[in-house]
């Protein structure tokens, strides 16, 4: 196995892993909530914006250019994990798709950022002491990416079903998930309160 499968491997199955992944899956299934499976540029378009950012501060803090306590990244995640929920439930998703620019990409690009963080820690784990880290570094990202597509996939394959298939009213179903994954994100924000300890 070659150096890139490895690493392309690793980033697949870490954000596909919902023992240890499942705030990244609940990141991306609240930037999804409020879309139907007809507005996949937006959607394509907001997970592009996720991974650009959440790459940027993978790399840097990889590199060790950029160091945050992992603390605070471990609460920062499911704080924006909330925040988007909470933003989908005021948002009305009947007119996202006349518009070009979406202030979601923006979210999503900046709240990339804070993932990208939480992810550094485990990929300098299991790095260990390789010479040359570009390689594994460019194959986790890959990796990733793919692993974000095939959530965006099966999340948008639901959402067709009960909603174009069977009627279900959309404002219902974003209330429904985008609820469900805020009240989630307030137990992990409790559970990650690091200035408790």
């Not at 950012?53 to 250019?65: E, F, K, P, Q, W």
């Not at 994954?181 to 924000?189: F, P, R, S």
Request: with cysteine.
């Amino acid at each position: 196995m070659s150096q890139f499968q490895l690493y392309f491997g690793l980033g697949k199955s870490h954000i596909l892993d919902y023992a240890n992944g499942y705030d990244h899956i609940l990141f991306v299934v609240a930037l999804c909530a409020l879309y139907i499976t007809r507005e996949w540029k937006q959607i394509l378009i907001l997970v592009t914006s996720f991974t650009i950012g959440h790459s940027v501060t993978l790399a840097l803090a990889t590199l060790r250019i950029v160091s945050v306590k992992a603390e605070l990244i471990e609460f920062l995640i499911p704080l924006t994990i909330f925040i988007t929920a909470l933003s989908n439930i005021f948002k009305n998703e009947n007119n996202l798709s006349g518009k070009s620019i979406q202030i979601n990409y923006f979210f999503a690009g900046f709240f990339g950022l804070v993932h990208g963080l939480g992810f550094s820690s485990y990929l300098r784990a299991i790095l260990g002491k390789e010479e040359n880290i570009l390689t594994p570094l460019f194959a986790f990202n890959v990796g990733l990416e793919l692993g974000q597509l095939i959530i965006v996939a099966i999340f948008m394959s639901v959402a067709f079903v009960l909603v174009d298939l069977f009627g279900l009213n959309r404002r219902d179903w974003k209330m429904v998930i985008s609820s469900a994954i805020a009240g989630m994100a307030l137990v992990l924000m409790n559970e990650n309160a690091y200035w408790r300890d």
